[in-house]
Each structure stands twice: as structure tokens, then as C-alpha cells.
């Protein structure tokens, strides 16, 4: 009897062990766990999205006549160096909040006489997004800032760190998303005359879409092939 009785103890204690891992399995993923999914898919976008996703071909922007203009891409870098892609004495502060890299693309206004590189720098995690921005100016100066992209047989091709104007620094989630601007003739900063710097504002509202777009997050559907739950 008595041993009947244990064994009839261990099979309870078994079925409720299983129950146990089989509702643990089996259940649905928590709040908790679903908003860090989609912090990771976040976190992840820079590499895991298409270039063409992150810079799209134009990009809308509110033009100082008035009304709606759009930007055009002119090309996108494929390298993607956190020291190649800023100046110098920025670049400790992103090795420090741990660059996981640096996608710049360049644009030209409707007007096509403003050139604008955008790039957007991927960080460890937002505190540290935090911290590096304050290695960039945040006057609207160009330096320290955000390299130009110039792309040889283009309109950009002049496009040379003595050209830039005007720069800005964003920051939303783990990254930055940087400007830097100038004219498309080529001219230097220091020859450029009085300083015109509503010329290159629309710079910061592209920079606020792409920074937008990547950092905003989705909760994870279950139900779809893009995520796995």
C-alpha cells in the first residue's frame, strides 16, 4: 500500500511538472517580452532594412517660398566606418557609446543648388545614443559633424568638407541621425558671403523623417512571416 501510494505521489507530481513546462511552452509571449522584440527589431534596422528603405529615393521637405518640395537622393555610401564617416575628434565619442556603424547617403533640393548628406549612426542602446550626441554641434555648425558624400560624375562631386555650411544632430532610440549641408557650386564656407542659413534648414526636417521612420517601434505581430514569436 505504501508504496503504491508514493508512486501514485510521483506520477501526480510528474503530471503537474509537465503541465507546468507544457503551459510555459505553449502560451503566448507577455507584454514584457513583446516590447523587447520590438526594441531589438529597432536596434536592428539599420542593417536588417534596405538601404532604399532607410534613404529613400526623395524625401519631402517644407520649401522656403512656401509649400512642399522633395529632395532627391543622388546616391548612397556602401561603406559604413563609424571613424571614416565623422570628423576626428567625434570619433572616441562613438567608439565609447559602442558604433555599431555609420550609413550616409547624399540629396540635392528641388532647386538643385543645396546638397545634403544624411547618415545615420547606430549606437549600443539609447543611453549611449544620449551621450555620443554631444560630440556633435548642435548650433547648426557643420563641425564637429557628419563627413559629405560626394559621388564623382555627379552633382555632388564637389561636395568637400571646406563646402559645408550648415550641419544638425538628432537623436530617438539608438541613433543619431546627422546633417551636413552646402551649395552645389562648389564653394567654399569661408567665400560663400553672408550667411544664408534658412537655405539649408529643410536639412534637419529630412533628417527628422529618416530618423522617424527607423526609430519608431512596431509591435510585434505574431500572426505575420516577419516575426517570429
Given at each position: 500500500?505504501?508504496?503504491?501510494?508514493?508512486?501514485l505521489?510521483?506520477?501526480?507530481?510528474a503530471?503537474?511538472?509537465?503541465?507546468?513546462?507544457?503551459?510555459e511552452?505553449t502560451r503566448g509571449?507577455?507584454?514584457?517580452?513583446?516590447?523587447?522584440?520590438?526594441?531589438?527589431?529597432?536596434?536592428?534596422?539599420?542593417?536588417t532594412?534596405p538601404?532604399?528603405?532607410?534613404?529613400?529615393?526623395?524625401?519631402p521637405y517644407?520649401?522656403?517660398?512656401?509649400g512642399?518640395?522633395?529632395?532627391?537622393?543622388?546616391g548612397?555610401?556602401p561603406?559604413?566606418?563609424?571613424?571614416?564617416?565623422?570628423?576626428?575628434?567625434?570619433?572616441?565619442?562613438?567608439?565609447?557609446?559602442?558604433?555599431?556603424g555609420?550609413?550616409?547617403?547624399?540629396y540635392?533640393?528641388?532647386l538643385?543648388?543645396?546638397?545634403?548628406t544624411?547618415?545615420?549612426?547606430?549606437?549600443?542602446?539609447?543611453?549611449n545614443?544620449?551621450?555620443a550626441?554631444?560630440?556633435?554641434?548642435?548650433?547648426g555648425?557643420?563641425?564637429?559633424?557628419?563627413?559629405?558624400?560626394?559621388?564623382?560624375?555627379t552633382?555632388?562631386d564637389?561636395?568637400t568638407?571646406?563646402?559645408r555650411?550648415?550641419?544638425?544632430?538628432r537623436?530617438?532610440?539608438?541613433y543619431?541621425?546627422?546633417?551636413?549641408?552646402?551649395?552645389v557650386d562648389?564653394?567654399p564656407a569661408?567665400?560663400?558671403?553672408?550667411?544664408?542659413?534658412?537655405i539649408?534648414?529643410?536639412?534637419?526636417?529630412?533628417?527628422?523623417?529618416?530618423?522617424?521612420?527607423?526609430?519608431?517601434?512596431?509591435?510585434?505581430?505574431?500572426?505575420?512571416?516577419?516575426?517570429?514569436?
Amino acid at each position: 500500500m505504501v508504496a503504491s501510494a508514493l508512486t501514485l505521489i510521483c506520477a501526480v507530481a510528474a503530471g503537474v511538472a509537465g503541465s507546468a513546462a507544457g503551459t510555459e511552452l505553449t502560451r503566448g509571449p507577455t507584454a514584457a517580452e513583446l516590447r523587447a522584440a520590438a526594441e531589438r527589431e529597432v536596434a536592428d534596422r539599420w542593417r536588417t532594412w534596405p538601404t532604399g528603405r532607410i534613404f529613400p529615393a526623395t524625401l519631402p521637405y517644407s520649401a522656403e517660398q512656401g509649400g512642399r518640395e522633395r529632395a532627391s537622393r543622388i546616391g548612397i555610401s556602401p561603406r559604413t566606418s563609424c571613424g571614416d564617416s565623422v570628423d576626428t575628434p567625434a570619433v572616441p565619442a562613438l567608439r565609447e557609446a559602442g558604433c555599431r556603424g555609420v550609413l550616409r547617403a547624399t540629396y540635392i533640393d528641388a532647386l538643385r543648388g543645396v546638397l545634403v548628406t544624411i547618415g545615420v549612426v547606430a549606437l549600443r542602446d539609447e543611453l549611449n545614443a544620449v551621450r555620443a550626441k554631444s560630440a556633435f554641434a548642435d548650433t547648426g555648425k557643420p563641425s564637429p559633424g557628419l563627413r559629405p558624400l560626394a559621388f564623382r560624375g555627379t552633382l555632388a562631386d564637389r561636395f568637400t568638407a571646406a563646402v559645408r555650411q550648415a550641419g544638425s544632430v538628432r537623436q530617438a532610440g539608438p541613433y543619431l541621425v546627422l546633417t551636413t549641408a552646402g551649395q552645389v557650386d562648389g564653394r567654399p564656407a569661408d567665400a560663400a558671403g553672408e550667411p544664408r542659413p534658412a537655405i539649408f534648414a529643410f536639412a534637419t526636417e529630412l533628417s527628422e523623417h529618416v530618423l522617424t521612420e527607423l526609430s519608431t517601434p512596431r509591435m510585434p505581430d505574431c500572426g505575420s512571416q516577419e516575426w517570429q514569436c
